[in-house]
Nanobody
């Protein structure tokens, strides 16, 4: 059974940092790319970042480029999203995602709130 479990969210002041984790199980983690998405209240879910199976390719939404960094540890079946210089507009529920045989799998999300 494929499972993705996000953690690491919380309340942080503008300019602060958080590191999100996405722990995977139930599939051969090292063979699959992982995506991070986020969804703010009243808005559509939006793409944040992705990392290829062997970390050779990373990509970021323009809104987070230069502030966020995605990485993975295939030995721990975990993907990380390091978020620096956080802004109030980064406030959202953050989800990790993978795709296998055209089917999308999502975690339950972790809430990030950026506020003073």
């Amino acid at each position: 059974q494929v499972q993705l479990v996000e953690s690491g969210g919380g309340l942080v002041q503008p300019g602060g940092s958080l590191r999100l984790s996405c722990a995977a199980s139930g599939f051969t983690f090292s063979k699959y790319a992982i995506w991070w998405y986020r969804q703010a209240p009243g808005k559509e879910r939006e793409y944040v970042a992705m990392i290829s199976s062997n970390s050779g390719i990373t990509n970021y939404a323009n809104s987070v480029k230069g502030r966020f960094a995605i990485s993975r540890d295939n030995a721990k079946n975990t993907v990380y999203l390091q978020m620096n210089s956080l802004k109030p507009e980064d406030t959202a529920m953050y989800y990790c995602n993978t795709v296998m045989q055209s089917r999308h799998y999502w975690g339950q999300g972790t809430q990030v709130t950026v506020s003073s």
